[in-house]
Nanobody, 125 residues
Framework: VQLQASGGGLVQRGDSLRLSCVVS????????MGWFRQAPGKAREFVAS????????LYGHSVKGRATLSRDNAKNLVTLQMSSLETTDTGVYYC???????????????????WGKGTLVTVSS
């Protein structure tokens, strides 16, 4: 299984951004998918997660109300839409998967067993 994240770049404070993650293989529809981010010198932070069917999402407190996570199981695609970006949103954003499809802690990075390489988001003021 390989995860390829894209969509990062340099944006202005207040802008919106869409991050995409394409997943290889034929079992994508069974995976729990998540996004995490890591700012320089800081710990990895949970951003959002979505269950395999796409009908349950969970958001980190710092992005709640500004982020929307969705998935298209026919395209093996997960999309994170973020609005009203702040400089504190700067970091490397990682797409991750729980390939077992089961976890009690969707906001815990240790539950995710497959990770993409990350895409850098820089929000300037």
């Amino acid at each position: 299984v390989q995860l390829q994240a894209s969509g990062g770049g340099l944006v202005q404070r207040g802008d919106s951004l869409r991050l995409s993650c394409v997943v290889s293989g034929s079992s994508f529809s069974t995976y729990i998918m998540g996004w995490f981010r890591q700012a320089p010198g800081k710990a990895r932070e949970f951003v959002a997660s979505i269950n395999s069917g796409g009908d349950s999402t969970l958001y980190g407190h710092s992005v709640k109300g500004r982020a929307t996570l969705s998935r298209d199981n026919a395209k093996n695609l997960v999309t994170l839409q973020m609005s009203s970006l702040e400089t504190t949103d700067t970091g490397v954003y990682y797409c991750a998967a729980v390939t077992s499809g089961r976890t009690w802690y969707r906001d815990d990075f240790r539950e995710y067993n497959v990770w993409g390489k990350g895409t850098l988001v820089t929000v300037s003021s």
